[in-house]
């Protein structure tokens, strides 16, 4: 918990979030990239408790890790070798497109998205892993670069985001495949406005160096229910379009076409082994993490 | 049905604003801003169902209400008499303004003039009023704002054609109090008249009440022939000591074509002499009558010419007195002091005097005036003086050396002093007149009388009493002439003397008119007016009044030319209002052998007919260029008056605003429902 009030991004740290979720870990599924002791497991070999391997003994190597026992009884040296637990590199990508700053009941995406993105930072920060955020639209924004020590930079950022300029997800995602060179876990918070499979093209490259990718689509109510009475003229908040509009009459099928576009994308996400959640800003956060989290200890568990 | 600003009807295309609002510029009220419209624009844009009217109700009741308010705008009316009545929001208040004028009698005017009101009558509705006004140079309410049409009728039947002339101004004045104190709205004033132009001086501030309508009937008729006599000159002179009286008078012919005309005079009710006059078409003529003298007091004599249909006009009284003359008793100072007084009294004319010298002891038996010429009056004379004067008496002083008075009676305006000698150094002057008197006011124009040129070498000092009044003052400030009213009569004080030894006063031109009005003055003489005219007013304080009921005040009788008795308020303040033309008695008591006559002629303006044009008064009256002009009996509306009247735009427009203020409703209480 931090519990100082001189970071302004702290807010975003929601203490009813933190105790709900509190007791959970984010632990990747895949091997990661670390340097020191951690949840995760690594691509090399540590010092651990787990055993993994006898290898025969080379000049330079630490006589005290020498397996004595098997020498007595084959009077050969081997050295054993055991699995390594590390520490992991955490992103944020999150999308301050304008699109993101709508919000029909006070929060915005925006905000949910940064209290989220807060949230997941303090929890796995609070697991020794390294935290960076890089936000984006068009283009990069803002980049912290994953750190053990950013977790305050982390908020600061966050807490200077605002929405700007119209999104995009291919160019600064891919931008970012290219960045990332070590494995680590990437958590992609945006509204996903293009076509299920130019996101699934956006974010993919994201995974081809190892990560591991979980996409948190942030949608507001008004989105999903188009709850909506007043014929009145629509504007897009990115082109600045208008069109007239009578909601009444196309309720019904932009909820479906909206359901579609959930349901395209997941299972896009689902075939690409990409971790999608589709949070409702007017469900409680605590909640939403809440059933994600345990959901994926879960399948860790059974794994 | 009409319409008085049709054009107005093309706003009726705004009744598609609505339609266009609703369909078209309603969604675009207000702007929603949304992340994305990805989904929104793959909808088809005919599904959306914004072209579609949903509450026809809500439409229906803004169009209509746009299509009230602009018809309102249009001034419909509606042309039928009795829809027009029905429509015009029920009861009227009608005034009917009767000319009663003498012109009003020449040939049938006078009947038609009636039947016209009764018309108005007969055609009044259940709950209207009308109120009966007639009305010459005055106005008279007949009957006030009734609806019985009998009685209505009664009351246009007793009015009778006067002797008066034609004055639209206060007839309208009193139509306007009428209407301004009903509480009908519809208001109407119907202007019966042969319209002389005599009558109308311009609007004469009449303004008839706001939405008053005002209809002028016209009983004129395009020709006329009419000889009217012109007033009597009386010229007075003396032959074998018998005043005889010469009259001139004339006729004017008011026709187009020339006319031959027999002027007759009538001295007492006997046609003494006739003359013949030729008149061209309006011309005019005159002829002078051998002189008569006048038997007695109040001689009534008249001139009588033609006998053309407007017969009031043939005819012009007068009435003639033989002279009134003035006994000015003059008493003290040596015969020749009194010269230049009595010279210049000997000279009068209007009036004349007549003149007794006597010694000191003045005895003013029989006198108007008497006049103390630097006397030193005895108690015994004071006090008959003093009696003389309660009564009625005019005394006048003049102060020489020997001039004193008694202070037993204390009559005189001033207590006397001693002389005052200027012969040395500056003569004095007389500085201020008090031109606001009597005796002073013909000197007032300028070159009417230099008193300053008299130089004045001694004079009296006074001590003016209280109710004194100081006439004249010499230049140093001294009191040169002071009057005091005492009982019916008066006293004038002259504080220097009368012949040349204190001042040279009548050596100057102005002597013998100021002698002449300080005479007149102290008689309290006027002049009397061989005539007068309708209309005018006989004030029971003046003088010629007062002369003939002196002492039987209480018994005052007068009685009109028609022999009937004329009604008075009391004596001191009453008036008799000269109403007919001939001759006015003013008796003292039932058997009074020589009453005061008064002559009363009509107003000759009124017999030029001359008509002005009635669109001429309506508009004065209303204050708007175009009125409703009746002609006869065939007294119609205009579109503009049925429009006035009927006030069908009102109900229009109140209709209108009803139906916004239930859409306000109704549209609120729909909240979000859209039409």
Known sequence: MISTTSIPGARFVDPKVLARIGNLELVARSVVDGFINGLHRTSVFGASVDFAEHRGYVAGDDIRRVDWRLYARTDRYYIKEYEADSNANFSVLIDVSKSMGFGSRGVSKLDYAKMLAACLTYLVHRQRDRVGLIAFDSDIVDHVPPSAKHMETVLHVLDRLKPSRPGNLKAPLHKMAEHFGRRGLLVVISDLYEEPDAILEAISPLRFRGSEVIVFHVLDEAELEFNFDEASSFEDLESGEQIPVVPEGLREEYRRMIQAHVAAIAERCSGGRIDYRMLNTSAPLDHALFSYLSMREKLMKAR | MGLLTPLFLVALAGLAVPVIIHMIQREKKNVVEFPSLMFLRRIPYQSVRRRHIRNWPLLLLRLAALALIVAAFARPFLRTA????????????????????????????????????????????????????????????????????????????????????????????????????????????????????????????????????????????????????????????????????????????????????????????????????????????????????????????????????????????????????????????????????????????????????????????????????????????????????????????ALGPRASWPGASDILPAQLGQPIDRTRGTAGRLGVLEYGHSIFESFRAPRSGDFSSARVYTYRAVTPHTDAQVLARFDDGAPALLERRTGRGKVILWTTALDVGWNDLALKPVFLPFIHRVAANLASYTERPSSMTVGDVLPASSPAFAEATAGKADDVVVLSPAGERVPMADRSGGVVELREQGFYEVRSGERDPAPLTVASNVDLKESDMTPVDPQEVTAGATGKAGGSAASGANATYTNEERERTQRVWWYLLFAGMLLLAAETVLSNKLGKVRV
Do not use: C
């Open chain 2, 82 to 397: 009795s829809i027009t009545a029905a429509a015009s929001g029920g009861a009227k208040e009608v005034v009917i303004l009767i000319d009663r004028s003498y012109s009003i009698g020449y040939g049938d005017r006078w009947a038609r003039a009636v039947a016209l009101a009764r018309d108005r009558v007969s055609e009044l509705g259940a709950s209207d009023r009308a109120s009966i006004v007639f009305f010459d140079s005055g106005a008279e309410v007949a009957l006030r704002s009734a609806s019985d049409k009998g009685r209505l009728t009664s009351a246009i039947s007793a009015g009778k054609v006067s002797a008066a002339a034609t004055k639209f101004g206060p007839a309208l004045k009193l139509a306007g109090s009428i209407l301004s104190e009903s509480a009908l709205t519809n208001r109407e004033v119907l202007l019966i008249s042969d319209f002389q132009r005599a009558g109308w001086l311009g609007a004469e501030g009449v303004r008839l009440p706001d939405g008053a309508a005002m209809i002028p009937a016209s009983v004129a008729t395009d020709q006329v022939s009419n000889v009217s006599v012109a007033p009597a000159v009386l010229l007075r002179s003396t032959f074998n000591d018998r005043e005889r009286i010469t009259v001139t008078s004339g006729a004017i012919n008011r026709s187009t074509s020339p006319a031959s005309v027999d002027l007759t005079l009538e001295v007492d009710g006997r046609a003494i002499q006739t003359r013949t006059l030729k008149l061209e078409a309006g011309g005019s003529g005159s002829a002078s009558f051998d002189p008569f003298s006048p038997a007695s007091r109040f001689t009534r004599g008249t001139v009588r010419a033609g006998d053309d249909r407007l017969a009031r006009d043939n005819a012009y009284h007068f009435v003639v007195s033989p002279r009134d003359r003035v006994k000015v008793v003059i008493a003290g100072g040596a015969r020749e002091s009194s010269l230049y007084m009595a010279r210049a009294l000997a000279l009068g004319e209007t009036p004349s005097f007549d003149v007794v010298q006597q010694g000191a002891d003045a005895d003013p038996t029989g006198a108007s005036v008497v006049i103390l010429n630097d006397l030193a009056v005895s108690p015994a004379a004071a006090e008959r003086l003093a009696t003389f004067v309660e009564n009625g008496g005019g005394l006048f002083l």
